[in-house]
């Protein structure tokens, strides 16, 4: 269910029965001539609309402002918006910290832009990965006060850890591709990997009519194809599904 269209009972519902609640999260850069400027951000709200009629979950609206760089190309008539890092900081651990108020005990995020090192990190994600931390201390010091985990009642701490049970995992962050299936799909900036995965998810954000090859990064888009985008879509789709499989299957 999209968060901004649920009444205040099905939230409820949600939190009592720990839906999945997911952030798509996202840039806004240049993709060459060819590309829509969301497509890192559309990747993933576009694969979260299938998953959302197989699965009960919550998605929040999506975030598209995130820390596109300017490494591709100027912004100047080219489009690449980008908000850096120390200002997404307090922004997310802000929202984290209103989500976990709310009840949500488990929160995901989902990113493309920049994550073939994800376990390394890039600005955006680690921004976020941070303020979750943040957020997650903040709020379990504040509910259960100094010495919490110190308390005797934590003693059984890593045997919840081990259940999956655990505080630290209330709020996750994943990339859209693991490295699994970056092995097996090509992972590139506005190539034939994302230009076939939005031929598939969003053709409305391709036009190939416009493709460039002066550019290196675009040259071998011409060698995208909706079967390829398929492969794309269905990795992600069960790499969703494995991460957020404690949702209800509808």
């Given at each position: 269910?999209?968060?901004?269209?649920?009444?205040?009972?099905?939230?409820?519902?949600?939190?009592?029965?720990?839906?999945?609640?997911?952030?798509?999260?996202?840039?806004?850069?240049?993709?060459?001539?060819?590309?829509?400027?969301?497509?890192?951000?559309?990747?993933?709200?576009?694969?979260l609309?299938?998953?959302?009629?197989?699965?009960n979950?919550?998605?929040?609206?999506?975030?598209?402002?995130?820390?596109?760089?300017?490494?591709?190309?100027?912004?100047?008539?080219?489009?690449?918006?980008?908000?850096?890092?120390?200002?997404?900081?307090?922004?997310?651990?802000?929202?984290?910290?209103?989500?976990?108020?709310?009840?949500?005990?488990?929160?995901?995020?989902?990113?493309?832009h920049?994550?073939?090192?994800?376990?390394?990190?890039?600005?955006?994600?680690?921004?976020?990965?941070?303020?979750?931390?943040?957020?997650?201390?903040?709020?379990?010091?504040?509910?259960?006060?100094?010495?919490?985990?110190?308390?005797?009642?934590?003693?059984?701490?890593y045997?919840?850890?081990?259940?999956?049970?655990?505080?630290?995992n209330?709020?996750?962050?994943h990339?859209?591709?693991?490295?699994?299936?970056?092995?097996?799909?090509?992972?590139?900036?506005?190539?034939?990997?994302?230009?076939?995965?939005?031929l598939?998810?969003?053709?409305?954000?391709?036009?190939?009519?416009?493709?460039?090859s002066?550019?290196?990064?675009?040259?071998?888009?011409?060698?995208?194809?909706?079967?390829?985008?398929?492969?794309?879509?269905?990795?992600?789709?069960?790499?969703?599904?494995?991460v957020?499989?404690?949702?209800?299957?509808?």
């Open positions: 269910m999209r968060f901004e269209l649920m009444l205040p009972h099905q939230i409820r519902s949600a939190i009592a029965e720990k839906w999945p609640v997911v952030l798509p999260l996202g840039v806004l850069e240049y993709h060459g001539e060819h590309l829509a400027v969301g497509m890192d951000t559309l990747a993933v709200v576009k694969t609309d299938i998953i959302e009629r197989e699965m979950l919550v998605i929040l609206p999506p975030f598209y402002y995130g820390a596109s760089s300017y490494v591709v190309e100027p912004p100047e008539g080219n489009g690449s918006l980008h908000v850096g890092a120390q200002v997404l900081f307090p922004f997310a651990q802000e929202m984290f910290t209103g989500l976990l108020r709310i009840g949500f005990r488990n929160i995901h995020f989902f990113i493309h920049q994550t073939e090192n994800f376990t390394v990190g890039m600005p955006t994600d680690l921004a976020f990965k941070f303020a979750a931390r943040q957020a997650i201390f903040a709020f379990l010091e504040k509910e259960r006060g100094e010495g919490w985990w110190g308390n005797a009642k934590m003693a059984d701490y045997d919840q850890q081990k259940s999956g049970d655990d505080p630290f209330w709020i996750k962050g990339p859209l591709m693991t490295p699994d299936i970056i092995e097996d799909y090509p992972f590139d900036h506005a190539g034939k990997g994302e230009t076939s995965l939005m598939t998810l969003c053709p409305e954000a391709v036009d190939m009519d416009r493709l460039s002066e550019t290196w990064y675009t040259r071998n888009a011409a060698e995208s194809t909706t079967e390829l985008g398929v492969r794309g879509r269905d990795l992600i789709l069960a790499h969703m599904r494995k957020l499989g404690g949702g209800l299957l509808k």
